[in-house]
T-cell receptor, first 114, second 113 residues
């Protein structure tokens, strides 16, 4: 069975601080994909990144970076120099492909205070 | 990148009424899904659909729910007699199968009053 754990329920940071959102996953599959989605107050799921299980290279996209470590089954997400517009709920998700359903974590609510 | 499209973006309905939520999956995808997110909670799997039949459903997906692929392009979720607790964001997703990943639509916010 698949499981995604986001232990941080809510995080508050002051604008311009860096913040890391944690994600730990469990799966027995050797091929899988990990995602991060942003959900602003309007409710839609905004796709941020997907990584496959064979690619452990860290990725940076502007102020966003992701640290994928298979050894610890973690896929953490860091926002550098946070901005008020980053305030949202962030979901980590696991997709083992094929017809399997996607498993979401419980989300981390990030509040960036001006 | 191709998109999964959902309509409407927001629907308000009276308790007891039937609603149909519509989704247009990505055209060459074979697997279709509905997920639900009650406000402030996690995104939960409802049902998966393949080859014109349900392949898996959760305990949430009871007799008041049904899914259909009426015309080869749309994928619908029908809630027969809505209850207040059906108020949620409903997300449609599709996947090509194999090693392919699921793509999510932007969601339909259903409000039952």
């Amino acid at each position: 069975a698949q499981k995604v754990t986001q232990a941080q329920t809510e995080i508050s940071v002051v604008e311009k601080e860096d913040v890391t959102l944690d994600c730990v996953y469990e799966t027995r599959d050797t091929t899988y994909y990990l995602f991060w989605y942003k959900q602003p107050p309007s409710g839609e799921l905004v796709f941020l990144i997907r990584r496959n299980s064979f690619d452990e290279q860290n990725e940076i996209s502007g102020r966003y970076s992701w640290n994928f470590q298979k050894s610890t089954s973690s896929f953490n997400f860091t926002i550098t120099a946070s901005q008020v517009v980053d305030s949202a709920v962030y979901f980590c998700a696991l997709d083992t492909g094929g017809y399997q359903k996607v498993t979401f974590g419980t989300g981390t609510k990030l509040q960036v205070i001006p | 990148e191709p998109e999964v499209t959902q309509t409407p973006s927001h629907q308000v309905t009276q308790m007891g009424q039937e609603v149909i939520l519509r989704c247009v999956p990505i055209s060459n995808h074979l697997y279709f899904y509905w997920y639900r997110q009650i406000l402030g909670q996690k995104v939960e799997f409802l049902v998966s659909f393949y080859n014109n039949e349900i392949s898996e459903k959760s305990e949430i997906f009871d007799d008041q729910f049904s899914v259909e692929r009426p015309d080869g392009s749309n994928f619908t979720l029908k809630i027969r007699s809505t209850k207040l607790e059906d108020s949620a964001m409903y997300f449609c997703a599709s996947s090509p199968g194999g090693d392919g990943i699921a793509f999510f639509g932007q969601g339909t916010r259903l409000t039952v009053v």
